[in-house]
């Protein structure tokens, strides 16, 4: 198992359009990206994160280069952001 920990700086009066973004390409990532298990939106005060469980690290690499994500996540979201996302992988022990 793997993850992808997308942090996003949005404000907090932009972070009801970032969920809709989240919402509206939950299923498809589900359903269509190879590896794809999970996705979860976390927020905190200082920040809103994307948890996505894949089922493998090349799986996750894989998705970050695809149009699902490069073009509507990213187009999406962009206006929404204060800075660029933070992205990091993590591989499970």
């Given at each position: 198992m793997a993850y992808?920990?997308?942090t996003l700086q949005v404000d907090p009066v932009n972070r009801v359009a970032a969920a809709g973004v989240y919402e509206k390409y939950k299923q498809p990532?589900?359903?269509t990206v190879p590896g794809a298990?999970?996705?979860?939106?976390?927020?905190?005060?200082e920040d809103v994160q994307v948890l996505h469980g894949f089922e493998t690290v090349a799986d996750a690499k894989a998705y970050l280069a695809?149009?699902?994500f490069t073009r509507d996540v990213v187009g999406g979201l962009s206006p929404l952001l204060?800075?660029?996302?933070?992205v990091r992988l993590y591989d499970t022990a």
């Open positions: 992808l920990e997308i990532f589900l359903d298990r999970s996705k979860e939106l976390l927020v905190r005060d695809s149009d699902l204060k800075a660029a996302p933070d």
